[in-house]
């Protein structure tokens, strides 16, 4: 069956393969708006003047901390573009992340017939993705009760944070990407 499609209607995974991304770590997550519409906000001065769809964003954003208390999250640095949305989110260690310290635990035992691991396909729960696909979800709902056009692009970009050279780069660029708005990848002249 897979030779049928010869991969036209599978698009392949953004995520690393090699990662877990339910682990103790810092990700730098940026997500678009639908065609980068401008839908945020705008800038202006070097100031960014948030839209009533941006407001919902940077409530959702906070919001998403305490609706997951029991994954660990710590909100870092992060900031509302017109177009899109940069953040560090940390996933501390939590109960969903805990690798055992047993050997054995780590080979699949079969248990009345079922197999203890859980198998990788689908939506995986207390993870970055469903994270990202709950304040979507949230902030989707809400918005378009504003503008029916609302909406997001269907993935995210994320980036695991190896180090604190790196963490540092990143929030700098995070805190300094309203005033340059006019070089980033994602700017758009709607004048």
């Known amino acids: 069956m897979a030779e049928k499609y010869q991969g036209r209607y599978r698009i392949p995974t953004a995520r690393a393969g090699w990662w877990n991304y339910k682990h103790e770590a810092a990700y730098f997550i940026t997500i678009c ?9 705008d800038i202006a001065n070097r100031k960014m003047t948030l839209s009533a769809i941006g407001q919902i964003v940077d409530e959702e954003w906070k919001r998403s901390f305490n609706v997951r208390a029991d994954m660990n999250l710590i909100m870092d640095e992060y900031v509302i573009m017109p177009n899109h949305f940069h953040a560090i989110v940390i996933i ?12 054995m635990d780590s080979i699949a035992a079969p248990v009345s017939g079922i197999s203890r691991r859980s198998n ?5 729960s207390k993870s970055l993705s469903a994270i990202i696909r709950g304040f979507k979800g949230v902030v989707t709902s809400r918005a378009r009760e504003i503008e029916p056009l609302f909406g997001w692009q269907t993935r995210f970009h994320d980036h695991i944070i190896r180090d604190d050279f790196e963490h540092a780069r990143i929030a700098y660029y995070i805190a300094t990407n309203v005033e340059n708005w006019e070089f980033d990848t994602f700017y758009q002249n709607i004048e």
């Open 92 to 103: 501390g260690e939590n109960k969903y992340n805990v690798r055992s310290k047993d050997a």
């Open 120 to 124: 990788g396909f689908g939506s995986q």
């Open 33 to 41: 708006t639908q065609n980068r519409n401008q839908f945020l906000g």
